[in-house]
């Protein structure tokens, strides 16, 4: 009976992280193909384009070009999170003259160069408590 005592205890003053990124995503210019997040924790995986994490959703939700998702299983730390308009969902994105023709976006950030931004430019904390960020699709 006490052990059953001591873990509901131990139970009610551990903290209680949800753990969850919501990701307003607006100006998808169509509803062909699938918004792609890349998820990177350095700028070392941003140079080399192999991010920690990449998520598909499907824009079954978008309303006016705008679509809210969640991840959900992110431990905390900081993160950085890059966004392809994947139209023909091949996974990457695509090129015509060294420039994209997919929508592409960054975490917390507008995209003003002729180069992908450093990580710490898109970068944002994640304690573990809900956080929301926002990425807006630009389009060359």
Aim: hydrophobic content about 40%; overall charge neutral.
């Amino acid at each position: 009976m006490k052990l059953s005592i001591s873990i509901l205890l131990i139970l009610l003053v551990l903290p209680t992280f949800s753990q969850n990124i919501t990701v307003e995503i607006t100006g998808i210019k169509t509803e062909k193909g699938a918004i792609q997040l890349s998820v990177f924790r350095d700028n070392k995986t941003v140079v080399e384009e192999t991010p920690f994490r990449i998520y598909n959703f499907n824009k079954e939700k978008m309303v006016a070009g705008k679509l809210t998702v969640t991840i959900s299983d992110l431990e905390p730390d900081t993160y950085g999170i890059a966004l392809i308009d994947d139209k023909n969902g091949n996974g990457k994105m695509d090129y015509r003259l060294l420039m994209p023709i997919e929508g592409f976006g960054f975490s917390n950030y507008l995209f003003k160069g002729s180069r992908k931004p450093q990580f710490e430019s898109f970068a944002f904390p994640f304690s573990g408590n809900d956080t929301t960020i926002s990425m807006v699709v630009q389009y060359f």
